[in-house]
């Protein structure tokens, strides 16, 4: 992580194309989480906060 904003994570390293909305994860031992999602266009990434994963579960009850 080179920098970490109320709602976005900025990182360094190689970003393959078409990874657009891959989930980014904090790996710690056997624990693995969804910190993020990658943004298109550059090395950042949409924290998932309360608001944010809101978000994510409205939007799959939605769904169905």
């Not at 909305?21 to 624990?31: E, K, Q, S």
């Not at 550059?42 to 939007?59: E, I, N, Q």
Request: a negative charge; aromatic letters at 4%.
């Amino acid at each position: 992580v080179a920098a970490l904003n109320p709602g976005e994570i900025l990182y360094s390293g190689a970003v393959s194309g078409g990874t657009t909305g891959a989930p980014v994860w904090l790996v710690g031992g056997d624990t693995r989480v969804v910190v993020g999602i990658h943004a298109g266009g550059g090395d950042s990434a949409v924290r998932v906060t309360r608001p944010v994963l809101d978000d994510l579960l409205a939007w799959r009850r939605e769904a169905g």
